[in-house]
């Protein structure tokens, strides 16, 4: 059973940074996608930072230049690097697999993930 674990979520000042880890359990597909993504109160989960096993890689325009994403696969573990944190990146971060590999371009559709975390907060304070 597939089963995604987030850490390293916390509060922060703006301009600080924190990395997100994700640890992935029973997952043995060659082919992937991994992605994280992020939900604020009342509004719609969204995209943050997506990667498949092809080495392809997608950014939300709020965090390119900012976040990065990355995965140790040696370590089954999906990293988001958060720097230059602002007020609006605060939310509630959930990493997602997905047990195929799809186009850059369809890396931030949530619909495309079978797999989700419980998630982890991130607050960034002024």
């Known amino acids: 059973q597939v089963h995604l674990e987030e850490s390293g979520g916390g509060s922060v000042q703006a301009g600080g940074s924190l990395r997100l880890s994700c640890v992935i359990s029973?997952?043995?597909?060659?082919?992937?996608?991994m992605g994280w993504f992020r939900q604020a109160p009342g509004t719609e989960r969204e995209g943050v930072a997506g990667?498949?096993?092809?080495?392809?890689?997608a950014y939300a325009d709020s965090v390119k230049g900012r976040f990065t994403i990355s995965i140790d696969n040696a370590k089954n573990t999906l990293y988001l690097q958060m720097n230059s944190l602002k007020p609006e990146d605060t939310a509630q971060y959930y990493c997602a697999a997905h047990p195929g590999t799809v186009p850059a371009y369809l890396l931030l559709h949530r619909e495309r993930y079978n797999y989700w975390g419980q998630g982890t907060q991130v607050a960034v304070s002024s």
């Open positions: 990667i498949n096993s092809a080495g392809d890689i």
């Open positions: 029973g997952y043995s597909y060659s082919d992937y996608c």
